[in-house]
């Protein structure tokens, strides 16, 4: 396993499927020849762009040579000042002057794992290559490094900048990594959003010009999420080139893909380097956060497949990884901040029959919160509202024999708080000109030990002395006016605060949270196993955002539940089967009052967790692909070695449905499979008047018969069962037809806005003729 192989100025980088290479050239610069498909030392002259004739007004390295000028070399890192007049990764300015010339000096080569200093990084790489380069004219160092995570295709670049220069420098941008790409018919995928809407697949051709990746509200954010993917324009799921990229970072980020006048692409990115000004000292260094690079030639599903192992492998750590998480009950979309101890109870109790394993409080337990507008900052607990405190309602809890986990908001403060009456200067107050309130907080000044002391003082308290299980950690402030440093002294400061209070308690898990899916990130993943993705919980949004967030993070990371219909937000009614559906590609859970809904939807219920709890590790530990054979249609599949799960989702019905298929990815193609849909009732009252094609006697179908009937008894989807190859199913068999509006036969699909079905594949043992 030849993972870093160095011949004659070539470095060659190997992961199992790809390559990346770049070499020394001939004027002591890193030129980079090759991110892709495996190849071999010896071709780095063919791969490599080729540089014999200076072109038109470009400005050459050396006069002496007319054939070099860095304004056509594909770089390792770009930097300002000599010719090259693309976008640099690091800009600075050093005795007056904005002028690097970094040229190699030394390589190391380092088995293992590196750390950065104050962030958190990915472990378990095979091999680290370590280059240093220095600018001979100034004594600016730059230190890069190349992890290689063998396995899983990824390689890591960050950097390090170390001033040598005698003086003081000024520092304005250093971003982890640059990637001159020699590519042309290229689309971006990048995934922005807002609150409620996060991660949606935004799709833009790369034409000459910039795009731009970035996060300026202080947190990588909803608005983009700090990963994307360059593809070939006809890349599909199943086939073609792409790229990957992402960041382990959880402050403002930015990121850039600029095509220059000869196609050639400049990707970058790293941390913001907006309002980014650092004075260092000589000797003094500032190390980038790790990016994280991946390629495939086999499609998209096949590059998302490599970040889902990376994060699971190399990410995420404590006794969750791998791990399969409980389905929990939260208590948000139950109640609100409107509870008693007794009405908790009653929803664990009621969560605890249907087969739940976790409890979860969330927000409105402590200080005066009863509603947004005070109390966060505070840790008492409200004992009006829960007499005896967290410990006796945990011990319940537990004593129903299930987890027990709870809300904390500590990176923010209400100036409606005792904390604040005690100690106003522990906000973060951004603006001069007065508070300046988001959700009518001010964020905690973590850039302050003893802010940090006092957050890791009352949650680790809080977890021991209540025997927590699980906490749910939510963040709801933006920043607004920050400098980029004290962005990055803030994040840093939030790691160092997750760092001294999780690492040492590995049991707990950890979901964090910024308003859904604000800070959806590598950095956050370090130390939260799972993420909630979304407030916004109704199924046919979470479609968009669950996919989107699949390109770049595994199911296991995505909290997802089951709420209410219609949805508090969106008003939509959707079918309970396909909320259930949707949720399950998730770390899962409910979030409703369990003690409002009718018997059949208990029953419902108790069946979903209980087929959940079956299929529960290919849920949230098998293969993920999306699906994108029919346009009509969302798919997705998991898939372990002994089964494959695949639902399909409807959207809108229209009339006369076309005949639709059932395509499975990943199968043996020689194997038999049984394929047998998951079996549930729909709620009878969906059928409105059709009742009266079915019963003796005429019934007003919005009448309290059909509505306390319906609250008890559901109408059975067709069955479906099927058989066919690994090949067969490859292709796209036939499913059974949809209701058409007239004519019933139990095999009949029912054909209902945003209706849903539910596949178990398994291989069918020849001899026995049983499935496996
Ligand atoms: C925002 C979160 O995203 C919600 O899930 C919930 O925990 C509320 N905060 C509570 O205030």
């Avoid at 899983?152 to 670049?157: K, L």
């Avoid at 509870?339 to 409890?359: H, Y």
């Avoid at 803030?490 to 910024?514: A, D, Q």
Wanted: net charge negative; hydrophobic share 35%; with cysteine.
């Amino acid at each position: 396993m030849n993972i870093i192989e160095i011949r004659d100025n070539v470095f060659l980088l190997n992961t199992l499927h790809t390559s990346y290479l770049f070499k020394l050239n001939e004027h002591d610069h890193l030129e980079h020849v090759h991110y892709g498909s495996r190849v071999l030392p010896e071709d780095h002259d063919a791969l490599s762009v080729k540089h014999w004739t200076g072109y038109g007004t470009t400005i050459m390295y050396d006069e002496k040579d007319q054939t070099y000028s860095l304004d056509h070399i594909p770089q390792e890192f770009g930097t300002y000042g000599k010719g090259d007049l693309r976008e640099p990764s690091l800009e600075m300015e050093c005795k007056g002057s904005y002028t690097l010339d970094l040229t190699y000096d030394s390589y190391e080569i380092i088995d293992g794992d590196t750390k950065i200093e104050g962030l958190p990084n990915a472990y378990g790489c095979d091999r680290t290559l370590l280059v240093h380069l220095k600018d001979v004219h100034n004594g600016i160092h730059l230190d890069l490094y190349y992890a290689v995570y063998y396995d899983t295709d990824v390689i890591s670049r960050r950097c390090v900048l170390i001033n040598r220069s005698g003086s003081t420098v000024v520092l304005h941008k250093l971003l982890s990594y640059c990637l001159d790409l020699s590519e042309n018919d290229l689309t971006l995928m990048s995934f922005t959003g807002a609150w409620n809407k996060e991660a949606h697949l935004t799709e833009t051709d790369l034409e000459r010009g910039k795009q731009v990746v970035e996060s300026r509200s202080g947190f990588s954010g909803n608005k983009t999420n700090p990963g994307f993917i360059v593809r070939k324009d006809n890349t599909t799921e199943c086939n073609g080139k792409a790229w990957g990229f992402n960041l382990v970072y959880s402050g403002n980020h930015y990121s850039s893909v600029a095509k220059d006048e000869y196609g050639v692409l400049r990707i970058q990115g790293g941390i913001s380097p907006e309002r980014f000004e650092l004075k260092l000292k000589n000797k003094e260094s500032f190390c980038s956060p790790e990016a994280v690079l991946s390629y495939t030639e086999n499609g998209l599903n096949d590059l998302s497949a490599h970040f889902h192992d990376f994060v699971n492998e190399h990410i995420v750590r404590s006794d969750w990884k791998k791990k399969e998480r409980p389905i929990l009950i939260n208590s948000w979309e139950a109640f609100g901040m409107k509870f008693t101890k007794d009405s908790l109870l009653k929803l664990a109790q009621n969560a605890k029959e249907l087969g739940i394993e976790m409890f979860v409080l969330d927000d409105g337990w402590f200080g005066r919160r009863d509603s947004d507008l005070r109390g966060l900052g505070d840790y008492d607990c409200n004992r009006r509202k829960i007499p005896g405190g967290i410990r006796s309602l945990s011990k319940s809890i537990h004593d129903m024999g299930l987890l027990f986990g709870i809300w904390v908001e500590p990176e923010a403060i209400n100036p409606d708080s005792a904390l604040y009456e005690k100690h106003p200067e522990y906000a973060l107050n951004e603006n001069e000109r007065g508070l300046l309130l988001g959700r009518h907080e001010l964020l905690m000044d973590l850039g302050n030990a003893e802010v940090r002391d006092y957050i890791v003082e009352n949650v680790t308290k809080l977890i021991d002395e209540n025997d927590v299980d699980y906490i749910k950690w939510d963040m709801n402030r933006l920043m607004a006016s920050l400098s980029g440093i004290e962005n990055h002294d803030y994040i840093k400061g939030l790691y160092e605060v997750l760092e001294r209070i999780f690492i040492k308690r590995p049991w707990v898990l950890l979901e964090s949270c910024s308003s859904g899916g604000n800070r959806f990130d590598l950095g956050m993943l370090c130390y939260s196993p799972q993420i909630w993705a979304s407030d916004d919980t109704d199924p046919v949004e979470r479609l968009d955002i669950q996919k989107g967030l699949s390109y770049l993070y595994p199911v296991s990371a995505m909290g997802a539940h089951v709420s209410a219909s219609p949805h508090s937000m969106t008003f939509r009614t959707t079918p309970l089967e396909t909320r259930f559906h949707v949720a399950a590609f998730g770390a899962f859970g409910y979030e409703l009052d369990l003690g409002s809904i009718s018997s059949l939807s208990k029953k419902e219920i108790k069946e979903q967790v209980s087929y959940y709890k079956k299929h529960r590790s290919t849920f949230q530990f098998g293969r993920f692909y999306r699906i994108d054979e029919e346009s009509d249609y969302e798919v997705f599949e998991v898939q372990n070695e002994e089964e494959t799960i695949v639902a399909k989702f409807r959207r809108i019905v229209h009339a006369v449905p076309s005949f639709d298929k059932l395509c499975v990815y990943g199968l043996k193609e020689d194997r038999v499979y049984a394929v047998d849909a998951r079996e549930f009732n729909h709620n009878i009252k969906k059928f409105g008047n059709l009742l009266n094609y079915v019963t003796p006697v005429q019934l007003n179908t919005e009448g309290l018969l059909v509505h306390s009937i319906s609250k008890r008894r559901g109408f059975k989807e067709g069955t479906q069962n099927y058989r066919a190859s690994g090949r067969a199913l490859r292709y796209g068999i036939n499913l059974n037809n949809l209701f058409l509006g007239s004519g019933f036969d139990r095999h009949l699909r029912l054909s209902l806005d945003y209706g849903s079905d539910m596949f178990l594949i398994k291989e069918v043992n020849d001899e026995s003729g049983k499935e496996e």
